[in-house]
């Protein structure tokens, strides 16, 4: 079983920036495909960013490229979500995935095995 804690949402003018943060537990962390996603209200849950076991392979949602940037710290267990340049359309709560088997990156949400509780990030104009 992998538990996954988000951390690192809150409320943010436009413009600004916020760092999410997904703790995993597991030994073998650093083989898991990683993902985050994000579900505004009265809307489906949407990938945003995914990575590779590596962190040498990533893919992001054509709405944050430029913006967002999605990066791993295997030693730690953690993969992080750097998030600048925010706008009101991100607000939304994001939500982190594990696939523990997973190859390359993943862009839909059947692919991930495990989601975190996830986190609100909230960006006033």
């Known amino acids: 079983q992998v538990q996954l804690v988000e951390s690192g949402g809150g409320l943010v003018q436009a413009g600004g920036s916020l760092r999410l943060s997904c703790a995993a537990s597991?030994?073998?962390?650093?083989?898991?495909?990683m993902g985050w996603f994000r579900q505004a209200p009265g809307k489906e849950r949407d990938v945003v960013a995914s990575i590779s076991w590596s962190g040498g392979t990533t893919y992001y949602a054509d709405s944050v490229k430029g913006r967002f940037t999605i990066s791993r710290d295997n030693a730690k267990n953690t993969v992080y979500l750097q998030m600048s340049s925010l706008k009101p359309e991100d607000t939304a709560v994001y939500y982190c995935a594990a696939n523990p088997l997973g190859v390359g990156v993943a862009r839909n949400a059947y692919e991930y095995d495990y989601w975190g509780q996830g986190t609100q990030v909230t960006v006033s104009s």
């Open positions: 597991g030994r073998t962390f650093s083989t898991y495909l």
